[in-house]
């Protein structure tokens, strides 16, 4: 099974904020434009980029509560909770509940453009984290059952 996108992307932007913090600290302006240009594109991909699982749900949840943590402490701690167990692979219904209900009241104006910006993360999410999971098991079979198959036994 293919990784997940956004985990990747993830990855990336985590990589390039890294590299811009480094390049500021060394005063490489020449660099500094071409890698925030960099990080600017990673995360317009990411944004972008419904998540195939549980896992990439909880990086773009994670990344919502980032955004969201200088607006509403109590709702991104719940975020960074809800978040935590999607990428241990607990998946539950009333966090999915809590996450639709929270995107609903994010689009308001009250939070701005913030608010607006995470509940878009968070409705792509919530497409990622509601996925069906589905689990492919091979049967091996027994010498005997194998026989029997083939109409020897």
Do not use: F
């Amino acid at each position: 099974m293919p990784i997940d996108p956004v985990v990747v992307l993830a990855e990336e932007l985590r990589s390039a904020e890294y590299t811009v913090r480094a390049a500021c600290e060394q005063r490489k302006e020449d660099a500094l434009t071409c890698l925030m240009a960099r990080a600017a594109a990673l995360y317009k991909e990411l944004i972008e980029t419904v998540p195939t699982s549980a896992l990439g749900a909880g990086e773009l949840i994670c990344l919502a509560a980032t955004n969201l943590t200088s607006v509403d402490k109590s709702c991104a701690l719940q975020m960074r909770k809800i978040a935590n167990r999607l990428m241990s692979g607990l998946r539950l219904q009333e966090d999915l509940i809590w996450l639709r209900r929270t995107a609903a009241g994010l689009t308001q104006d009250r939070r701005g453009e913030i608010g607006r910006s995470s509940a878009a993360l968070l409705h792509l999410a919530i497409r990622g984290a509601a996925r069906p999971v589905i689990v492919y098991r091979a049967v091996e079979l027994t010498p005997v059952e194998n026989e029997r198959e083939a109409g020897t036994g």
